[in-house]
């Protein structure tokens, strides 16, 4: 068997236990049933943590991730409007506003435009501890977004390209203390520049099946490197404008707060949230005889890595390995660490990664004068009880 394969048994094998959580015992803390490989329990996670499994959000047991590919079944999500229902033969994707030709593709039409297949893996904006389970990886099929647009020959006056999802919500938006209340799509935009660059895609399947309703169905935008909110789902209309788009979604829910010092003065910057920030975390801890293993997931913009290190307790940093399955410039990457001699008792585990540039993710200390949680990229130190 290789190393993944008997991986994938041992978690197969501790996926079959997760029922026992019902009576109050966590299956995480179960030893797991093959392979005498054993899954050491988080010590800081809270007692009642539980994950949030809701029609709107389904958050991933990182600890249980088995392969490069997250199942279409167990993808994470963040829907904020529901699931609206799309009869595929009657849907259109309509693209309007300053086009040369405005056109109304079937899923049909899309399909028999050349396709293109990418890895991709991408989490929330609001990915952070206690789990880190909104991120996912998936092998998305779809035809690129610039030969789409080509079709309806975006004018040059065009600087936005907005992409409305078909699902809708009514929202307060505040203006001077007055609320106002609107009926809208789901929308966020893309400058043009980022909209015609080669990498996006306009996907209609999910590791080589239909996406399901939770991920997009029938059609969803992939931004590779982008947080996930960028990946408009349900995605129906395209319009081309020369204004800004100022939607609560591209303008107001996603946006990042950060001081940051400029000739030694502290300037608070508001902005949008675009590419994902360098992160890498411990996904779980696992005993194999005396020895013990870190495995972790590494996201990014899609910048190559330099290196993943491991830190015990207040030990030096040492190498991890970088996981050869999963070498797609914009998939998630795995990483292994193998803990030698670890001793009986608490210890904290940590990692980090640096990219091509040097760019070393940042520990929380540095990270303070960001003021909203979102894009929260620190290092996340674990702690893991031996026995
Ligand atoms: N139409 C639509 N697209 C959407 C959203 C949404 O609420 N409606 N949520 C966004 C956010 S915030 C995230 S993190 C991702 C989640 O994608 P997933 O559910 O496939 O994981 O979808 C993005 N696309
Ligand atoms: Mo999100």
Same mark, same amino acid.
């Given at each position: 068997m290789t190393t993944r394969s008997t991986r994938r048994a041992v978690l197969k094998g501790g996926l079959a236990v997760a029922g026992l959580g019902i009576l109050g015992i966590p299956d995480w803390a179960l030893p797991v049933l093959a392979q005498g490989e054993t899954l050491v329990p988080f010590t800081d996670l809270p007692e009642t943590f539980t994950l949030e499994r809701t029609a709107d959000r389904r958050?991933?047991?990182?600890?249980n991730i088995d392969g490069p590919l997250t199942p279409r079944d167990q993808f994470f999500t963040t829907q904020h409007y529901g699931h609206p229902d799309i009869d595929p033969a009657a849907f259109r994707l309509r693209?309007?506003? *300053? &086009?040369?030709?405005?056109?109304?593709?079937?899923?049909?039409?899309?399909?028999? *435009?050349p396709s293109v297949e990418l890895v991709a893996g991408f989490e929330c904006s609001g990915n952070r501890r206690p789990l880190q389970g909104l991120s996912s990886n998936g092998q998305w099929t779809g035809?690129?977004?610039r030969a789409v647009l080509d079709r309806a020959g975006v004018k040059a006056e065009a600087r936005e390209l907005v992409f409305f999802g078909a699902d809708r919500g009514e929202e307060d938006v505040d203006f001077r203390g007055q609320t106002i209340t609107v009926e809208q799509q789901f929308g966020r935009s893309?400058?043009?520049?980022?909209?015609?660059?080669p990498e996006s895609?306009?996907?209609?399947?999910?590791?080589?099946?239909?996406?399901?309703?939770?991920?997009?169905?029938?059609?969803?935008l992939v931004v590779p490197g982008w947080y996930g909110v960028a990946n408009v789902k349900y995605l129906s209309e395209i319009y081309a404008q020369e204004d800004q788009y100022l939607g609560k979604f591209q303008a107001r829910w996603y946006r990042t707060l950060r001081g940051e010092t400029i000739d030694g003065e502290v300037k608070w910057k508001e902005s949008? &949230?675009?590419? *994902?920030?360098?992160?890498?975390? &411990?996904?779980?801890?696992?005993?194999?005889? &005396?020895r013990h293993h870190v495995f972790g997931v590494v996201l990014n913009d899609g910048t190559p890595l330099r290196s993943v290190e491991v830190r015990v307790d207040d030990g030096p940093w040492e190498p991890a390995t970088l996981d050869p399955s999963t070498p797609e410039q914009y998939s998630w990457k795995f990483f292994n660490y193998v803990w030698n001699n670890a001793t009986p008792g608490e210890h904290t585990i940590v990692s980090r990664v640096t990219d091509s540039t040097g760019l070393v993710q940042p520990t929380e200390q540095e990270l303070v004068t960001k003021k909203t949680f979102l894009e929260d990229n620190s290092?996340?130190?674990r702690t893991v009880m031996i026995a």
């Open positions: 958050i991933i047991d990182i600890r693209l309007s506003g *300053m &086009v040369d030709r405005p056109v109304a593709l079937s899923l049909d039409e899309l399909r028999a *435009m035809v690129p977004l893309l400058s043009r520049e980022k909209a015609l660059s895609l306009l996907a209609y399947a999910l590791n080589g099946e239909p996406l399901t309703k939770h991920q997009g169905f029938p059609l969803r949008a &949230v675009t590419e *994902m920030q360098l992160k890498s975390f &411990v996904a779980r801890v696992s005993r194999d005889g &005396v290092q996340h130190p």
